[in-house]
């Protein structure tokens, strides 16, 4: 089982500045998954409790010279602390750019590119006779090599794989509609209001392009509605009729005549999918999976200086739906 590639400036910006961050929100623990063409980073995927999330790189976004090699089919897949591996690429990060930057301006010092370096490795720590994984990272300090080492889980068994593939590969089903929603700060402002006011939000989208966020008490009612939003996928023309209606009732109806979803979430599941806006996203798109068992959110991030999607980069997010029944 071998792994080995060199970060590429493009991936060191996305993981530093932008994804490592936002995926920590999601949770302290995530599984990385390397294979011969991409590297996901996944929260809860194999356990199903709380928020899954799924972050895809094509291994061009992240790494140059990249070789994998594994008895489980190129695939290798392991535990690891975003914390850790976070502080270990920032900390990387500066003695290599401290001395790119120094060697940059030394005539006729080495020529060759310093690098950051990152692969898997088993190592003896101390006070221990047994070795163990490491993920680490390496590169040119200005006397030897500086190197980084990030704990890691026992590398995922074949079995342990093919049940993460199976349940990556049902995550990657998206809904049948979808809404984009353009005033994500917005939202997030208003969501941090209902997480006062009650445990449990209404989510109701439509074909028309209605979004519609619902926490209830006793004593109070807090909603908000975003209407005619871009939708992608199944959509309908929203009745004439139905515009006088209030927000509750066209909702009812909607839902009535198959023309929208709603489902009861966490709202501080809710609250924490929004954290992802750390990864500077370009849009995001919500929507209800069928037979209402997960509320989908889709970050969609665009090349640089274009409004074409990057398909090189994904991130969403799965929440699961709460019980009605004990809700």
Known sequence: MKFKAFLTDNGVNLLDKRFLQALEKMGKICHLYLTRDHAYFLHNLLNGDGIQCIAQFRKEALFDEYRISSQNDDRISFAIDL????????????????????????????????????????????????????????????????????????????????????????????????????????????????????????????????LHLQVSTTLITLGAEFRKLTVIGEQAQSPTEDQNLSAQSRTRIAIQRGDAMTVQVNVKHFFKSLQCQSAKPDCAFYGIAQQGSCLTVVFQFFIPGTHQTDKAISLHCRLPVLDTGSS
Do not use: C, W
Not at 150 to 176: F, G, T
């Open 83 to 210: 914390s850790l591996l976070h502080r270990a690429l920032h900390s990387i990060i500066s003695v290599y750019t401290e001395f790119s930057a120094g060697d940059s301006g030394v005539p006729g010092g080495n020529s060759a590119p310093n690098r950051i370096q990152i692969k898997l490795v088993k190592k003896l720590p101390p006070h221990s006779q047994q070795p163990m994984p490491f993920l680490t990272f390496e590169t040119k300090g200005y006397k030897s090599a500086v190197i980084q080492d990030v704990p890691i889980s026992k590398p995922l068994s074949r079995s342990d794989v093919l049940e993460l593939q199976a349940a990556l590969d049902m995550a990657q089903d998206l809904p049948q509609t979808l809404i984009q929603v353009p005033a994500m700060q917005q939202l997030q402002n208003f969501v941090e209001k209902m997480k006062n006011v009650g445990d449990v939000l209404n989510v109701s989208i439509s074909k028309y392009g209605d």
